[in-house]
């Protein structure tokens, strides 16, 4: 059976030029030197399983209010 982090690791990868390094103890991935998404688990005991990604204010706040048991605006990030 395959992990979350695997299917994760798998769909990242397969873009194209991506890459993935250690950031914070946690699995990051980038193009071209610019990162696009964290893996994070248990950030700062949290108790979340998290995949970070960047997006623009305007739709973190959107997805926020319209469903915030999925999503959140995280520490240092947001």
Avoid: W
Wanted: charged residues 15%.
């Amino acid at each position: 059976m395959r992990s979350v982090y695997q299917t994760v690791q798998d769909m990242c990868l397969g873009l194209p030029e991506t890459s993935e390094y250690l950031s914070h103890s946690f699995p990051t991935f980038k193009v071209k030197n610019k990162n696009f998404a964290t893996y994070s688990v248990n950030h700062h005991g949290d108790g979340k399983v998290a995949l970070l990604l960047n997006s623009s204010h305007e739709q973190q706040q959107m997805l926020v209010e319209s469903a915030p048991k999925h999503f959140f605006v995280p520490p240092y990030i947001g």
